[in-house]
């Protein structure tokens, strides 16, 4: 009974559950590509794995009155990583605001405490014209900054519009736990340990209390990675490093505000939106896995989509979630083979190459692996 029981687990914690969530706009049409890649894993990579879809969303407001279904919320809970299309569309803004489709995604986000943000800037050298800046600049850029997703100013406390001295008077808090700063510290270093051994923290210490504890705390952490060297930068510099010279970057560690602002703008060095992945973890490395990019509601339904960044999607799940590296680089692999090809989506077509709809990218993508 005992070795049956044994034999029964081991067999189970080598099944990955993969919650799908295509929700709404182009989310179902990029989801449906992505689908296809796992299950080409499934079936001639020995990956195993089962994949179970559930609405949210603008879907999940449809399907059951309201943008993060309870059986959507219990699915994401028991299984071991999330793949998600997008949310949103017109149809929806005149809901109120609890009802809208993003409230489905900030309710994944705190239920399932994700408090480490991960988004990867690169470029294949194929697309290097697609970025405003020079190719030699940019052209294989493969960069990582890591946010911290659920505290700092953003959700600080106190936070007003109140009076002072006769006049309108705001303020917001921006503060850190040691411990906050200690896991997302963790996070970003466990993932250079995947890289380049490299990290750079990003702050404000030379003007805030709330960084010099954060520059202390990351010093701390770096001492059980003695094998990624960490350097320190202030916030304006990173700014200005990323647009002069982003390839000296591995992975980025910053705090909520100054990760949202520096992850757009190197999001916006590779110059097309349609190609970037990115993951949200929680201590225990479950993530949920989305592409940059909303739901595209111009372009829903018209099968122009780009796949790709919903494809890389799956190899950062496969990578970070599920420890399967050889998988994640095998998609990654098969998507620098597309691009060489010549094949390209309508948002990322140049002279020269030949444009394809979405789902004859996602088929490309299957036949490159
Ligand atoms: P968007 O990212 O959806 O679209 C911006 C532009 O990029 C559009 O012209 C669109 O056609 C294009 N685009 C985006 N993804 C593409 C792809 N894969 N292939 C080709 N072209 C692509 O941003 P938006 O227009 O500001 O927002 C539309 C909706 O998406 C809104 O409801 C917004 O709230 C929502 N949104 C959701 C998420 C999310 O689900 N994480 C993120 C951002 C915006």
């Known amino acids: 009974m005992l070795i049956k029981d044994i034999s029964f687990n081991k067999v189970k914690n080598m099944t990955h559950n993969i919650a799908i969530l295509p929700g709404d706009g182009i989310g179902p049409e990029i989801i449906a590509e992505a689908v296809k890649v796992i299950e080409f894993l499934?079936?001639?990579?020995?990956?195993d794995a089962t994949m179970t879809t559930a609405p949210v969303g603008g879907a999940g407001y449809d399907a059951a009155g309201k943008p993060l279904p309870d059986d959507t919320l219990s699915l994401v809970k028991a299984c071991d990583a999330i793949l998600l299309g997008a949310v949103g569309g017109p149809q929806y803004e005149a809901l109120p605001r609890e009802m809208?489709?993003?409230r489905g995604l900030l309710g994944l986000r705190s239920e399932l405490a994700l408090f480490s943000n991960l988004r990867p800037a690169i470029l294949y050298p194929q697309l290097a014209d697609a970025s405003s800046l020079k190719p030699e600049i940019v052209a294989g850029l493969d960069i990582m900054i890591v946010r911290e997703l659920t505290?700092?100013?953003?959700f600080?406390?106190?936070?007003e519009i109140t009076e002072k001295d006769g006049e309108r008077y705001a303020y917001n808090t921006a503060g850190y736990k040691e411990s906050e700063i200690e896991r997302i510290g963790r996070s970003a270093f466990d993932i250079a340990m995947k890289r380049d051994k490299r990290v750079c923290s990003v702050d404000k210490a030379?003007?805030?209390?709330v960084s010099e504890l954060w520059r202390e705390v990351m010093e701390n952490v770096a001492k059980d990675y003695p094998e990624v060297e960490l350097s320190h930068m202030y916030v304006d510099n990173a700014a200005m490093q990323l647009v002069k010279w982003p390839k000296q970057f591995d992975v980025m560690v910053?705090?909520?505000l100054f990760g949202d602002v520096l992850s757009d703008c190197a999001a916006m060095l590779t110059g097309s939106i349609g190609m970037?992945?990115?993951a949200s973890l929680d201590a225990n490395g479950k993530g949920m896995y989305e592409p940059i990019h909303g739901s595209a509601p111009d372009i829903a339904g018209m099968g122009v989509a780009n796949p790709l960044a919903t494809i890389l999607s799956v190899a950062m799940m496969l990578r970070y979630s599920l420890n399967e590296e050889a998988l994640a680089q095998r998609i990654e692999a098969a998507v620098g083979k597309v691009l060489d090809q010549g094949l390209r989506t309508a948002d990322i077509m140049s002279d020269?190459?030949?444009?394809?709809?979405?789902m004859a990218m996602g088929d490309a993508v299957v036949a490159a692996l």
Request: charged share 20%; hydrophobic share 20%.
């Open 42 to 47: 499934r079936q001639h990579a020995g990956f």
């Open 100 to 102: 809208r489709p993003e």
């Open 151 to 154: 505290g700092g100013i953003y």
């Open 156 to 159: 600080g406390q106190p936070r």
């Open 206 to 209: 030379n003007v805030l209390e």
């Open 254 to 256: 910053t705090s909520n």
């Open 276 to 278: 970037l992945p990115s």
């Open 352 to 358: 020269g190459c030949t444009e394809v709809n979405t």
